[in-house]
């Protein structure tokens, strides 16, 4: 009879077998097809491609690309001494090196050294071809430190010099942030699971998850025709790894208390996968909605990005609910040694140290729900003075070589020297216009250049500092003076129109993005007072978060400002994937309350999702930290944030919080519609069923 029921399970699992095999190979082989034909991706590192089509900055850029001096792109080469002017031995070095450049210059062009009124500083500007002017930066700063002697530094900066040292910045950065990403999540899987192998599978899946969905948005950017850069690529991987992992170890945690009830593991798969889906494809569900209300963004940036991290989420979702069992399923439960759960085996986290803050939690609601309140709005408080807005130069956590340049400048030169406005008028107006520029206080000179039968350019020097206040007024100024006349773009005005998009960006998604976590969860939890609470804690989380993220800016990091994009990504991130986890604890608290009171249903809701839901809040806590291995403060800020934030909604919100408001609030939490009611509708008639089927003639 033994031997019988081996054989008949051996050929009920037979099918389950061959068709995990058959789906692992075709995951493989898609894999293949998407890393054989995906496409290069659409790749812009400009500054204009984050400003809106509609605003001045944008139109004078896209104009000047017009104009006969487009093709000329200067790259300035700034020559110091340590100490004091330049001496008349320095001044022959700098006219010697003038004419060792003349080789790398576009055209016939005569360089001739331009000094500052002191003479401390000295410049010569090489005309470059804009399209490949970059590709020669190396080439003259090689150049520069062989012909100047010692005493003399140089920077080389401008726009080539620029684009160069941002491409600098980003080579080999996806290879440093997917190394560091995947030593991460393999730590921390191994931590949590404690076995020489199960990590394996989960973090395989999610690494091949993440390169595919990095060429699905390649081939995306190509047909849709949108440019993403290296900020947008690396905050697509972060979020598909970080994500991806979180919908894995929900899955694994559901399938191994699954085989604690079944022998059959393809049996506690299906049971596992039917639990564990509903929540992992709203919590996902959630993320790729908020994403996708970046699509309203005014900037193409933000848009980019929210395409691109929508996609991830949809490719690491298919992976976590496909893939994985598949994967999961070949190797038995023995993939979980030494810790094999077995059949009948009681489940230890139902006793363990979650049931035990769960019951602690709700026996005194009052207390815990006032003080972590308390404790949020005391790190809330921080943010008090926090600063929003960085300009370019300010934007590198390691201060490039370009930017030293143009710092060298500004100390020499009027403060808008190296970066001048650029006010675009038509060719008749140009006296006049010039007449009005001059009249506006902060303009410190202003210089007729190239132009064509439409346009005439005019390049304004400022006399504040590239981001200061005084520089965004007077461009305000300027603006106001001319009015229809004249179009007023270029370095500040660039800053100037950043700021009022991310501002109406904000505006507009973050109320979108409220709107969608609520009707999610509405839909999921069937009650309002759920959705509301709900929905109020991740808010609490991100406030707070952002006032601990502030004060270690600017204790720690030194840093002047939150950059612009900062405060909208980390409220998407921050509401979208917190509320995953509110949704992964109330989503059991409602099955537990079909059998138990509200303070019950969340101790056990706590107890058994308690580990997992920690694991995961750290797992992806420390994968946005991996952002600060890109040296871009924006990435370090956004990684800071989301991850204080995730650990806070991880360890206070979920574990404190939400149990103590749900208790206090009591069985009203699911109003209207209660779990216990409707179990007992349905106990009903399944008993009214059965009666009838035995009365029947």
Same mark, same amino acid.
């Given at each position: ?47 204009? &491609? ?8 944008? &139109? +004078? ?18 020559? =110091? ?15 010697? *090196? ?24 000295? *410049? ?7 399209? $490949? ?10 150049? +520069? ?15 080539? @010099? ?32 404690? =076995? ?86 709203? =919590?996902?569900?959630?993320? %790729? ?51 094999? #759960? ?59 070589? =370009? ?30 216009? /010039? ?7 902060? +303009? ?17 020097? /400022? ?20 009015? !229809?006349?004249? *179009? ?26 409220? @709107? ?27 406030? %707070? ?12 990091? !030194? ?27 109330? $989503? ?6 079909? &059998? ?17 839901? $920690? ?15 890109? #040296? ?20 206070? +919100? ?44």
């Amino acid at each position: 009879m033994e031997s019988f029921d081996r054989g008949t399970n051996s050929k009920r699992r037979e099918p389950g077998r061959k068709t995990s095999i058959l789906v692992v190979l075709l995951f493989v082989l898609f894999s293949g097809a998407v890393f054989a034909l995906a496409p290069e991706a659409r790749e812009s590192n400009a500054p204009a &491609t984050g400003l809106p089509d509609s605003k001045d900055s944008t &139109t +004078v850029a896209q104009i000047e690309a017009r104009l006969p001096s487009s093709g000329i792109a200067p790259a300035i080469v700034v020559v =110091s001494r340590d100490k004091g002017p330049l001496d008349a031995q320095d001044n022959a070095a700098v006219s010697e *090196l003038a004419q060792r450049l003349t080789r790398f210059a576009k055209g016939d062009a005569k360089l001739e050294p331009v000094y500052s009124d002191d003479r401390s500083v000295a *410049l010569v500007a090489v005309p470059l071809s804009s399209s $490949t002017g970059e590709e020669k930066i190396d080439a003259i700063r090689s150049a +520069v430190d062989k012909a100047l002697p010692g005493g003399l530094s140089a920077e080389v900066t401008g726009g080539p @010099a620029f684009a160069a040292d941002l491409k600098d910045v980003f080579a080999g950065a996806d290879v440093r942030l997917l190394a560091a990403t995947a030593f991460v999540v393999a730590l921390l899987l191994l931590v949590t699971y404690r =076995s020489p192998w199960l990590w394996l599978v989960p973090l395989v899946v999610v690494a091949v998850g993440d390169r595919v969905a990095a060429l699905v948005v390649a081939t995306a950017s190509q047909v849709f025709n949108y440019d993403i850069d290296g900020s947008t690529a690396g905050i697509t991987s972060v979020l598909v790894f970080g994500a991806g992992t979180n919908y894995a170890l929900l899955l694994i945690a559901r399938y191994r208390e699954e085989l604690r009830r079944h022998d059959d593991r393809y049996a506690a798969m299906r049971a596992a996968w039917r639990q564990a889906a509903p929540a992992i494809l709203a =919590s996902s569900g959630t993320v %790729t909605l908020a994403l996708l209300t970046l699509s309203f963004a005014s900037t193409p940036g933000n848009r980019a990005l929210g395409w691109s991290a929508a996609i991830g989420i949809v490719v690491a979702v298919l992976f976590g609910l496909v893939a994985l069992p598949a994967a999961m399923v070949l190797f038995g439960r023995k993939l979980f040694w030494p810790f094999v #759960p077995r059949v009948g085996q009681d489940d230890p986290a139902r006793t363990g140290l979650w049931s035990k803050v769960g019951r602690t939690v709700v026996g005194r609601p009052k207390t815990f729900a006032a003080g972590s309140v308390a404790f949020l709005v005391v790190l809330g408080l921080l943010g008090v003075g926090l600063n929003i807005g960085l300009t370019q130069n300010e934007r590198f956590r390691e201060t490039p070589e =370009s930017v030293l340049g143009q710092e060298t400048l500004a100390k020499a030169f009027p403060a808008g020297f190296a970066e001048p406005t650029v006010v675009l008028t038509r060719p008749g107006d140009v006296a006049t216009v /010039l007449r009005e520029i001059e009249d506006v206080d902060g +303009v410190s000179t202003a210089t007729p250049q190239s132009d064509s039968y439409e346009w005439a350019e005019i390049n304004v020097v /400022l006399d504040g500092d590239r981001g200061s206040d005084r520089a965004a007024s007077t461009i305000e100024r300027l603006r106001d003076k001319l009015g !229809d006349t004249a *179009l007023v773009g270029g370095p500040d005005a660039e800053d100037l129109d950043a700021a009022a998009a991310a501002s109406h960006d904000r505006t507009l998604i973050i109320p979108l993005v409220l @709107a969608i976590v609520m009707v999610i969860l509405l839909v999921l939890l069937r009650s309002i007072v759920a959705a509301i609470v709900l929905a109020l804690t991740v808010v609490a989380t991100y406030l %707070t978060a952002m006032g601990a993220g502030w004060f270690v800016f600017e204790r720690f990091f !030194d840093f002047p400002a939150m950059d612009l994009p900062v405060p909208l990504f980390a409220f998407i991130f921050l509401v979208a994937l917190g509320v995953d986890y509110n949704i992964f604890l109330t $989503t059991r608290a409602r099955e537990e309350a079909a &059998t138990q009171p509200i303070a019950g249903a969340m101790t056990s809701a706590l107890a058994v999702t308690g580990g997992v839901i $920690t694991s995961a809040g750290i797992v992806l806590a420390a994968v946005f930290a991996v952002l600060g291995v890109l #040296p871009l403060v924006t990435l370090t800020q956004i990684g800071v944030i989301v991850g204080i934030g995730v650990l806070l909604d991880t360890l206070v +919100v979920r574990s404190v919080l939400v149990p103590a408001l749900a208790t206090l609030i009591g069985e009203k939490f699911w109003w209207p519609g209660h779990p216990g009611r409707r179990a007992a509708r349905r106990t009903t008639s399944r008993l009214e069923a059965r009666q009838e089927g035995t009365t029947a003639p």
